[in-house]
């Protein structure tokens, strides 16, 4: 038996975790991204201490629709206000959209999912299963508006009878997170099935785990790699639907957004003002893409079937 | 038994990893006859499936890729950088293989019968109407009751015995020279797995092939085998006929697994003899011989320098050991 | 292989297409856009410009406006047969209709008798019917409030036909009566001296009771008048209107409709003189919300003939601003003119707001005046100007355009910006940047809206005005938006007013205390001596004496600090040279009847559309529109 | 008090469901009437190929599967009727080692964890005490204790099969269910385990119902061996009786049926015809009778009683009806026996 | 037979989620919708008018009764008229449905025939050069917005700045046999077309190359590369036949969209008359009838779909069966 003891020792000591961040750090693609992912979230962070883009709000009224500049790096708007600033203060609101709907629609459907997955058959799972049902056979863009729409009279219900203020600020955030959750919960929901019926989980029964221990302490941190890569995927989505939702006038409020901006430039690409389109849009598509690009190496690095 | 149907010289096959590049085998060689049944032995990992797939030009690539130097010739013709529309046309026909898990080696969603006729067409010119015959035909001669009914059946309406069944008239109805069976029984119930060995004993004298049995079962391999060949970690721990390799092992590899092994119909004994330890990682071999650390008789020359095989010419037999035993 | 067949088929496809023939409709075709669709064509609801449009042309008003007349405008019979008759007191209308007057042939006609539909002719009743309607109960009117109070009687009815649940129409008014087969007689409550103008709107549309018994609801699909057009197809994006075959004779007299070559001969309308209305035999109107769109349309030359000038086009496409003039390429393709429109823009506070309107407690009253005035001193006129409409025109003091009747001049100071005054006013009034109230700028959802909103945001900024106490209200539509505004959610309204008729009363109103929401007085304001003074001016026509009130009235609203007035828009207009017409959108609606277009040479089309000049080869339009170019010089 | 475990008359079935309003059809009788008694310290093996319910047995044994009816008498007393509280007390004495190394250790707990968990769900000893009984235990199952804090990924298949060994050991129980535990076990790693085993057994006098489809591999660790056949117990008896005299057609032709690694050896093999049949529609009577090379009418019709072919005290229990005639013959005096010699079929 | 039985039993199954549907839609879009009592009655209503105008739309009617007329309406199957325009509900779907699925489908279908070659090509070139680029594209075509697609191509192949081949906006096209022409409709699809392809390709491509991926690795696989089978026939007969359960789902299920959702994006920039701005008006101006009618109609197609998806199941994988 010592043979083997000695040999034991030269493994590294690694969790899957460690593991993952290994493998992960290798993938060349997958660090540019991921440090470009950091860039953004380092940008959004200054904004929303205040450290830069302080002034995107404020009027030019002399310099409407003006190219780049020294003053303007990135030109102006009709309103004179300095895109660039616009441009780097709107990374906040997309991290904001992004962490706040990706969190929550995430654990939403990791929650939903482990225990419609852990109750398969029973009648908790029916009742899921139909909900998510339900959510899934309304078109995306017509649920978030109409949830966007019920939220807002939910808020002013709120105002009017407890003076709860801000609430329809996040109609656009509940209204993704309602259609964004079911995704999640339909695939945790599988992975647990399957986690289920694996042998440790016969054998926790078999030491007299209790259920709920068994789901949040055996089967959910087993989907934790579904999560994330879920987590990513929803983020991105939050980033990109908000544009839509911009241009359909259900997106953010009393802020700057790249949906916003893209939204303004529909009007001004055709009379050859560029300014807002190209800003939001690299802004947007270079900060998708590196998310999307992440997500993949996330995803490669996470792989289970990889990883053993 | 002059010039082997095939012969092996050198084979390595390596996988890129995320370790790093490793040989899942390393610089093996064998000869295999017209005709005889070789066994190839080992434990999991040590490469014996990777060497049957090699042959066909099968490895998955990438991550996986044959040495350069490596050398495999069917009667005589290098199949190592054959192009690949030469080895197809070669595969299903020259060479066949069955696999070990026959639910899954089959494609659920055609019928037997077209997947049957779907080798025959392509090897043989004859049309839909007489590749049905001929499938019908094979189904008859490896014992399916009814073929042309079941001809029509989908795998998953067939039992594993008869799935596996069909997986050999599949592999043999183009009347190859030589077959690669990879673990054919290791899925099956053992009195499925003695009815399928049955069949394949009759089917390869009727049709005079050889068969390399890829294996881990000892018992299949004294039972059905001519010549054995023991894989330890990537490379050739023994080789020899069934007599010699369990009768009179000289390898301490060979003789530590056939003691460890349970049998029926002894002497009951209070614990079995063990190896001990595990098998090495592939990615962190040792610098000798790979079974040192094992060994009860190993050295500091083991450790040193990986023994060489040696095979007898005239006898088709040998040892990689420095000290084997006599 | 099939790779290259496959593109090849595909590539020839598109090229194909880009040459293709369009296919035309028969005869002349005059293809209109709006930047806005109507939702319903009942003339009930017909509230809206584009609505109005259309149910003006296929359904007969008794009177409208000359096409060519301004400034001001002037209504002429179109149903009726001549101006009414008024009694002394001037309260009694009687009206004559135009004898022979038929409605077009439809299913709603058929009978025994009348086994194809045949339309039948249209009679006094049918007014007094159509104007029924609007009381009817099961029906939900949105011009009823024109005739509110006003005829004698009309009100009675409809309550009484709430009561009882069943509308019946046969009961007789007494002041809405049909005295004979052609002769409507009216009563007024009192006087009312812009009810004519009321008869020139699509509110007033003549329906047969045959076509609402037979649709019902569906009526707004299927129009069945007595106008110039039929309505062939109608959908969110397009609707298309055909020449009504048994249209009345009407024949195109440009010096009764108030031609002056000076201003409208550079559209070669004189060459329509004498023609018999309508000209074209199809009207297509595209609804094109996206400004983008209508332009990329307009500028292909084989799309739209009409459109305006999308404000981010403006820098493009004008060489000059004072007075507009387009580019020279512009000017080869296209008629250009501008016109101010007959109404305005403007924000008023929610009066019964107590952080900014009035308030109970008089110094709180006192503070939240001085607030207003601040926000009003902060209002930057031009730059809000600059930024959306182009640069091009001033503000106005007052409510009153000026060009309606009743316009009266007024020290500029409430359309001045004044940073430092207002800052002062905050400062001697109390107001600190801890104390001041949330200001909620609400608005329909679109780019525009919010683009509104950063700019007010802006201005406040600079007086003093914390960024976080400034907040946008977004409605995701403009109902939710209407809905909060009548429901005096709101601190401040901005919207544009468009005049219903050419009368400042129609603006006066406004601010009349008991028009306060959900009526049109969305600033809530109810000032008694306003009040007193609007009800004294209202009986009276235009005059001299009805001025001095307004103008007293005016002065009230200034010194209250009602709102932030005001701005006439000025609309840049372009036409397709091969487009014979004086487009307006002011008042007037029922004018696709005046348009001709020169139909196209199909030889020719190729070279036409190349050197991307309609018609520049007719003599008779390239000689106007130099005229016109040195009018605009002068 | 001999006795530890009894089963008696243990059904397990599993409904299908079909029709209109998915109302249950059928069943798959996955063990369909099994009785045996298990003395204290004593090994009893279950053979039998794939799907023939002896999985699923043991698990109904632990509740893991309820059972559908039948008694399962456990130091005297039924645990069927036992509520969920009262069976999770009882989960200390009753525990399972499960076949597939790799699925049967939690990948996000390290071995400590897995080890420890027992003792945290029933709330024993103090942190210290349960560190220390993790030691013990990795010292007793041969795992250093170094490792205590990695995951199962980085051990082999044999160490992880250690590791469950060591969780199953946590909580001292009197009965393991070892389920086919070195099936997936290379050769040369699954000597060490059943090693390992059998130390134990020895060691704590633990009652093991060993799993297995491998004849050859019970055979060393087991005192009794039970051969099941489409979720019936067809023979059982103590090991040397059963080997050296299978009496069941079915045990004979499994046993025949094993390859042996001797090339030496040349018996003529007992070749089945055909397959299993399916749990879901078994045959009627013996569940045996349409591969059995000794079929009678009777066979077909009726289930076969069960048969002590043994003493009292050194029982042989086949279900098969060559035996009840048998012993209708030999009360008679005639002498009618088959033998696994008796006949071959190729 | 067991098919029709199937149906039957699927669709009744079904109720649950349709009333689900209509009780979910009608406490989002109808109870706490917008209220449009204000917008019918123009700029100088009365507060009685008003209070009318309310009763007659319902408002005031306590939940249970408004979701009981609301349930009514949905198993009569009559919609009644818009509320803002007065048109019948289902004249105005009759309408503009096919003109959504003209528009749609086009793009729709080439966009999922480029994606599963790509994917196929992909997949079969795993790991290689072929294989990252277009993935890569994929990863570029999946990070620019839907509205910036939208946006670019009106304005390359559209105005007078680009190539000026198509029409800006519109939708000439007859709607009926006799008045159809096909180069009409070849004008106004085509760029709304290429538009909803470049936005779906590399969604689609990724998904199905890791569904053929999957498929590649498995025995069957390299059973029929043992017995000397081709990379075409491989592809096409043994990966993309045994991968066409993940496909159709995902195909069959976006269905019921294409129809009733149409895209609202592309039928508002192209100013396309189809039923995805008419459905998206109603929710925004709360026009109850004609969200009512979307969302049961998308509720039942997509149990028709489902339905249809289990049953296309057992044709393309004959181990499934009905049960």
Redesign the interface.
Same mark, same amino acid.
């Given at each position: 038996?010592t043979?083997?003891?000695?040999?034991?020792?030269?493994?590294k000591?690694?969790?899957?975790w460690t593991k993952a961040v290994r493998?992960f750090f290798?993938d060349k693609m997958g660090v540019i991204s991921f440090s470009i992912v950091c860039l953004y979230a380092l940008i959004a962070l200054g904004v929303a201490c205040g450290f830069w883009a302080t002034e995107w709000?404020?009027?030019n009224?002399d310099m409407?629709?003006t190219g780049p500049s020294a003053d303007f790096w990135l030109g102006t708007n009709?309103?004179g206000?300095d895109i660039y600033q616009r441009a780097i203060f709107s990374t906040k609101t997309a991290f904001e959209v992004g962490l706040v709907v990706a969190l929550v629609a995430t654990m939403l459907g990791a929650i939903v999912g482990c225990l419609s997955g852990y109750f398969s058959g029973t009648w908790i799972d029916e009742f899921f299963l139909?909900?998510i049902?339900?959510?899934?056979?309304?078109? =995306?863009?017509? =649920?978030v508006?109409?949830?966007?729409?019920?939220v807002?009279?939910?808020a002013q219900n709120l105002n009017a009878s407890f003076g709860i203020e801000g609430f329809e600020y996040f109609a656009m955030h509940i209204a993704m997170i309602a259609t964004f959750w079911t995704a999640t919960a339909r695939l945790v929901r599988g992975e647990v099935i399957k986690i289920k019926h694996?042998? =440790?989980v016969?054998?926790?029964?078999?030491?007299?785990?209790?259920g709920p221990?068994i789901i949040f302490k055996?089967i959910l941190?087993?989907t =934790?790699h579904i999560l994330l890569v879920q987590a990513t995927i929803a983020f991105v989505s939050a980033i990109?639907s908000e544009?839509?939702l911009s241009?359909?006038?259900?997106?953010v409020?009393?802020t700057v957004s790249w949906g916003?901006m893209?939204?303004?430039?529909?009007?001004?690409?055709?009379?050859?003002?560029y300014s807002n389109?190209f800003a939001a849009?690299a802004f947007?598509?270079v900060l998708?893409?590196a998310f999307?690009?992440f997500a993949?190496a996330l995803q490669d690095a996470l792989d289970?079937k990889?990883?053993? | 038994m002059t010039t082997p149907l095939l012969s092996v010289k050198d084979l390595v096959i390596e996988f890129n990893t995320e370790h790093g590049l490793i040989r899942a085998v390393d610089r093996i060689s064998f000869d295999i006859f017209e005709g005889e049944t070789v066994g190839l032995v080992g434990e999991s990992g040590c490469g014996k499936s990777i060497t049957s797939l090699s042959i066909l030009g099968l490895i998955p690539s990438p991550p996986g890729r044959i040495g350069a130097e490596s050398s495999i010739k069917y009667q005589g013709k290098e199949l190592v950088g054959l192009p690949e529309e030469q080895l197809r046309l070669m595969r299903g026909h020259d060479i066949s293989m069955i696999f070990q898990e026959p639910m899954t080696a089959l494609n659920p969603v055609f019928t037997v019968g077209n997947q049957m006729m779907e080798v025959i067409m392509r090897h043989k010119k004859v049309n839909k109407k007489e590749a049905l015959k001929m499938a019908v035909k094979m189904l008859e001669d490896v014992g399916i009751p009814a073929p042309e009914k079941r001809v029509h059946n989908y795998p998953h309406q067939l039992s594993g015995g008869m799935r596996q069944r069909v997986m050999i008239a599949m592999a043999l109805s183009c009347n190859p020279h030589l077959l690669l069976a990879d673990e054919p029984t290791t899925a099956l119930d053992v009195t499925i797995q003695a009815q399928v060995m049955d069949l394949m004993g009759d089917m390869q004298k009727k049709q005079n092939m050889a068969v390399i049995l890829v294996t881990h079962d000892l018992g299949v391999v004294a039972e059905f085998c001519q010549r054995v060949i023991v894989m330890y970690c990537g490379h050739i721990a023994e080789v020899g006929t069934v007599d010699q390799i369990f009768n009179r092992p000289q390898h301490p590899y060979t003789k530590g697994l056939l003691a460890s092994v349970p049998r029926v119909l002894e002497e009951k004994v209070e614990f079995l003899p063990t190896i001990s330890g595990t098998v090495p990682d592939l990615g962190n071999l040792p610098k000798g011989c790979r079974f040192a650390d094992r060994c009860e008789r190993a050295t500091e020359e083991c450790n040193a320098k990986p023994p060489q095989l040696t095979i007898d010419e005239k006898t088709q037999a040998g040892v990689a050991c420095y000290h084997p035993y006599k | 292989m099939r790779l290259i067949t496959f593109v090849g088929i595909v590539l020839s496809i598109f090229l194909t297409v880009s040459c293709g023939e369009r296919k035309t409709a028969k005869g002349k075709v005059y293809w209109h856009s709006e930047d806005g669709a109507p939702t319903k064509l009942d003339p009930i609801e017909s509230a809206t410009t584009y609505a109005n449009r259309i149910t003006t042309a296929v359904y007969d008003t008794l009177y409208e406006y000359k096409y060519l007349k301004r400034h001001p405008y002037e209504l002429k019979p179109n149903l009726a047969a001549n101006m009414p008759e008024i009694s002394e007191d001037g309260l009694v209308y009687t009206i004559k209709i135009k004898e022979g007057v038929k409605f077009i042939d439809d299913a709603c006609f058929k009978t025994k008798e009348n086994p194809k539909g045949k339309g039948r002719e249209v009679v006094a009743a049918d007014f007094v019917y159509s104007l029924k309607r609007h009381f009817d109960p099961k029906n939900s009117s949105q011009g009823s409030w024109l005739w509110r109070g006003r005829i004698v009687g009309l009100d009675d009815w409809g309550k009484a036909a709430r009561e009882a649940g069943t509308t019946d129409y046969a009961a007789k008014i007494k002041g809405l009566q049909a005295t004979d087969k052609y002769t409507i007689q009216i009563t007024l409550t009192e006087p009312y001296p812009q009810i004519l103008y009321t008869f020139a709107m699509g509110f007033a549309s003549v329906v047969p009771q045959e076509a609402v018994e037979k649709y019902g609801k569906q009526l707004t699909t299927n129009p069945v008048g007595s106008g110039p057009f039929m309505l062939k197809s109608f959908n969110k994006t397009k609707a298309v209107l055909v020449k009504n075959p048994t249209y009345r004779k009407e024949v195109f007299d440009i010096h009764y409709e108030g031609y002056d070559e000076e201003k409208h001969g550079f559209t070669g309308i004189k060459a329509l003189h004498g023609k018999t209305l309508p000209i074209v035999d199809t009207v297509i109107i595209s609804f094109m919300k996206q400004d983008v769109a209508r332009w990329n349309s307009l500028n292909k030359g084989n799309e739209i003939q009409f459109g305006t000038i999308p404000k981010d086009q403006i820098d493009n496409a004008l060489m000059s601003k004072k007075p507009p003039k387009v580019i020279e390429k512009l000017a080869k393709k296209f008629h250009f003119d501008y016109e101010r429109e007959s109404g305005f823009v403007f924000s008023v506070f929610n009066m019964t707001d107590p952080a900014f309107g009035y308030s109970d407690d008089p110094k709180r009253n006192e503070m939240n005046k001085a607030l207003r005035k601040a926000i009003r001193k902060a209002f930057d006129w031009q730059g809000r100007i600059d930024v959306f409409y182009a640069g091009i025109g001033e503000p106005f003091v007052g409510i009153i355009p000026p060009g309606i009747s009743g316009y009266s001049e007024f020290p500029k100071d409430s359309i001045t910006r004044d940073v430092e005054g207002a800052k002062k006013l905050l400062k001697d009034a109390g107001w600190t940047a801890e104390n001041l109230p949330v200001f909620e700028y609400p608005n329909a959802a679109s780019t525009t809206a919010t683009q509104f909103f950063e700019q007010v945001r802006g201005w406040l900024e600079e007086i003093g005005y914390p960024r976080k106490k400034i907040k946008q209200k977004e409605f995701a539509t403009f109902g939710d938006l209407n809905k909060s505004m009548k429901e005096r959610k709101n601190i401040i309204n901005s919207y544009g007013w468009g005049l219903d008729y050419p009368d400042a009363e129609n603006v006066m109103q406004l601010f009349y205390g008991p028009n306060a929401s959900p009526g049109s007085n969305a600033s809530n304001f109810d000032h008694p001596e306003y009040n007193e003074l609007f009800e004294k001016a209202k009986p009276m026509p235009d005059s001299e004496e009805r001025t001095k009130l307004y103008k007293r009235m005016t002065e009230i609203l200034l010194e209250e600090c009602v709102g932030m007035f005001g701005f006439s828009r000025t609309r840049l207009k372009l036409w397709n040279k091969n487009t014979i017409m004086y487009p307006t959108r002011e008042i007037l609606s029922n004018v696709f009847k005046y348009v001709d277009v020169i139909k196209k040479d199909k030889k020719k089309k190729k070279n036409t559309k190349a050197d991307g000049n309609g018609n520049a080869g007719d003599a008779n339009n390239s000689g106007d529109a130099g005229q016109k170019n040195t009018e605009n010089k002068e | 008090m001999d006795n530890l475990l009894e089963v008696k008359n243990l059904k397990k079935y599993f409904p299908i469901k079909g029709g209109f309003f998915r109302t249950v059809v059928g069943n798959v009788k996955a063990v369909d009437d099994v009785s045996f008694v298990l003395k204290k310290g004593k090994t009893l093996g279950v053979v039998g190929e794939s799907g023939c319910g002896k999985s699923t047995l043991g698990r109904a044994i632990l509740r893991l599967h309820e059972p559908t009816s039948g008694e399962v008498v456990f130091e005297g007393k039924d645990i069927t009727g036992l509520s969920h509280e009262e069976m999770v007390a009882k989960r200390r004495e009753m525990q399972i080692i499960f076949q597939d190394p790799f699925a049967s250790l939690n990948p996000r707990l390290t071995v400590f964890q897995i080890i420890v968990e027992p003792l945290e769900i029933h709330e024993i000893g103090t942190a210290e005490e349960r560190y220390e009984k993790v030691c013990s235990l990795m010292d007793l199952v041969g795992l250093r204790r170094q490792y205590m804090h990695r995951y199962p990924h980085e051990f082999s298949g044999g160490q992880r099969q250690r590791i469950g060994i060591a969780r199953a050991l946590t909580m001292n129980p009197k009965f393991i269910v070892a389920d086919e535990p070195v099936s997936a076990l290379d050769v040369s790693v699954q000597s060490q385990v059943l090693n390992l085993i059998r130390k134990l057994q020895q060691e704590f006098g633990i009652s093991f119902m060993f799993i297995a489809h491998d004849l050859a591999v019970v055979q060393h660790i087991c005192d009794d061996v039970a051969v099941m056949y489409l979720g019936r117990m067809v023979e059982k008896a103590k090991a040397e009786d059963l080997y050296k005299s299978p009496k069941h057609p079915y045990t004979q032709a499994l046993l025949s049926a094993i390859p042996q690694p001797d090339p030496n050896r040349h018996i003529d093999r007992i070749v089945l015809e055909g397959d299993v049949p399916s749990p879901i529609n078994p045959p009627s009577g013996c569940p045996f009778h349409n591969r059995c090379i000794h079929v009678k009418e009777i066979c077909k019709a009726v289930v076969p009683p069960v048969i002590n072919t043994g003493t009292a005290e050194n029982e042989h229990i086949v279900r098969c009806h060559l035996f009840s005639e048998e012993e209708q013959a030999k009360s008679k005096g005639e002498t009618a026996k088959p033998t696994a010699e008796s006949e071959t079929t190729s | 037979m067991d098919t029709l039985r199937y149906t039957l039993r699927k669709l009744l199954y079904s109720v649950p989620l349709i009333l689900g549907v209509t009780l979910l839609s009608f406490t989002l879009m109808v109870y706490f919708g917008p209220d449009m009592a204000y917008e019918k009655l123009g700029k100088n209503a009365t507060e009685e008018d008003i209070e009318r105008e309310r009763e007659k739309l319902g408002y005031n009617k306590p939940f249970v009764v408004r979701y009981g007329n609301f349930l009514t309406s949905v198993l009569t199957f009559d919609f009644g008229e818009s509320f803002s325009t007065n048109q019948r509900v289902m004249d105005m779907f009759a309408e503009t449905i096919p003109v959504s699925i003209m528009v749609a489908l086009p793009g729709f279908i080439l966009g999922n025939l480029i994606s599963i070659i790509f994917g196929l090509w992909a997949a079969y070139h795993r790991g290689q050069r072929l294989d990252k680029t277009i993935m890569a594209g994929a990863v570029v075509g999946m990070s620019i917005s839907f509205l910036i697609v939208v946006i670019v191509f009106q304005l390359l192949l559209c105005s007078d700045y680009g190539l000026n081949m198509f029409p800006t906006t519109g939708w000439e096209v007859g709607m009926n046999l006799e008045e159809f022409n096909i180069l009409d409709y070849f004008e106004y699809v085509t760029v709304p077309a290429i538009c909803t392809i470049f936005v779906s390709v590399g969604y689609n491509t990724r998904f199905y190359r890791a569904v053929f991926v999957e498929e590649l690795t498995r025995d069957h696989v390299r059973t029929a590369k043992a017995f000397g089978c081709g990379p075409v026939r491989l592809l096409f007969k043994h990966v993309l036949k045994n991968s066409l359960i993940p496909i159709l789902t995902r195909i069959i299920l976006s269905l019921p969209f294409v129809i009733i959702g149409g895209s609202i994006i592309i039928e508002s920039y192209f100013g396309i008359p189809g039923v995805g701005s008419v459905v998206y008006d109603a929710i925004v101006n709360g026009d109850q009838p004609i969200t009512k009618a979307a969302v049961v109609c998308t509720a039942i197609l997509y149990v028709f779909f489902l339905t249809l998806t289990d049953i296309l199941y057992q044709v393309v994988d004959p181990r499934i069966s009905l049960k």
């Open positions: 038996m043979n083997e003891q000695n040999k034991q020792e030269t493994i000591k690694e969790t899957l493998k290798r709000s404020e009027l009224p409407k629709n009709i309103l206000q139909w909900i049902g339900c959510i899934d056979c309304i078109p =995306f863009y017509l =649920f508006a109409a949830v966007g729409f019920a807002n009279t939910l694996l042998e =440790f016969e054998a926790a029964h078999a030491i007299g785990v209790p221990k055996h941190p087993n =934790f990109k544009v839509i241009y359909l006038g259900l997106g409020k009393n916003k893209i939204a303004e430039a529909t009007q001004e690409v055709p009379a050859g003002i389109f849009s947007l598509f998708v893409m999307n690009i993949d289970p990889k990883v053993s | - | - | - | -």
